[in-house]
């Protein structure tokens, strides 16, 4: 689905090298040493970063320079990218159009994805008002609205509790399911690497490697990823 064909993907005097493809509808994780890289490729594949070489494929089309709106993924961050000043369903309305002049239909989208995170009771509400697992809920909700066929989600609900982050993460793997989106995942937390994921990117010096089973991964892990694991 998504094809990263001799990336390289510089970040000041940082450089990064990715060369493999993503399936649709899998789920893959991204681990790896702190500044080794994981929010860099994320950012590349979204176009928030350029690339100095190579080419993103979507679907054999060469997408390298297209502007991240244009693309198809949702990037949700660690912050969860709510505006303050906008009720919960403006809010999670922004990813239908940018404009908020939402039809009938659109309206009626946003209030069943609000409905589905379970904040049907909280749509006027500012996300100041909501607690932490809830202003997560209303962001996954934006995901779900915009239902695109790549999620990038990097370390999301890191600020949250060990039992409310796996909480969300099996929220998120649930609404990736229904809409058969692929998910790539940064991650630090082994257990949920383990739990969330099927494939794992392991990005350490300068790579970031070809995606490899969890299992087969994490139980016999190679040198390097047995040092960062620790
Ligand atoms: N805007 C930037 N300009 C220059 N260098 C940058 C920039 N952003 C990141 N870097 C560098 O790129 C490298 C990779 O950073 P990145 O944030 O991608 O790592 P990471 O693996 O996500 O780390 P962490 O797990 O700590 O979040 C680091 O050496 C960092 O200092």
């Known amino acids: 689905m998504l094809k990263l064909e001799g990336l390289l993907i510089a970040q000041g005097d940082f450089i990064l090298q990715a060369d493999f493809t993503l399936e649709g509808g899998r789920r893959y994780a991204v681990i790896g040493p702190s500044g080794a890289g994981k929010s860099t490729l994320l950012a590349a594949l979204c176009g928030f970063v350029p690339l100095a070489r190579g080419r993103l494929l979507w679907r054999g089309h060469d ?3 297209a502007a991240p709106g244009a693309r198809q993924m949702t990037m949700l961050f660690q912050d969860n990218n709510l505006f303050p000043h906008l009720s919960v369903a403006q809010n999670v309305g922004l990813g239908l159009r940018p404009d908020l002049r939402l039809s009938p239909e ?9 409905h589905r995170v379970g904040l049907g009771a909280h749509v006027e509400k500012r996300p100041g008002a909501l607690s932490g697992g809830q202003q997560s809920r209303a962001a996954l909700a934006r ?7 790549l ?3 990097d370390e999301p609900f890191a600020a949250l509790g060990p039992a409310l982050r796996r909480e969300m993460l099996e929220l998120m793997r649930e609404l990736v399911d229904e809409t058969g989106a692929a998910l790539v995942m940064v991650s630090h937390a082994p257990e949920d690497v383990r739990h969330i994921s099927e494939e794992v990117i392991f990005v350490e010096g300068g790579r970031a490697q070809q995606p490899q089973p969890t299992a087969t991964l994490m139980d016999n892990p190679p040198p390097e990823l047995r040092a960062y694991l620790g």
């Open 63 to 65: 997408i390298s320079a």
């Open 143 to 149: 995901v779900l609205v915009q239902a695109r066929p």
């Open 106 to 114: 659109e309206r009626q989208r946003v209030e069943a994805a609000l």
């Open 151 to 153: 999620v990038l989600l």
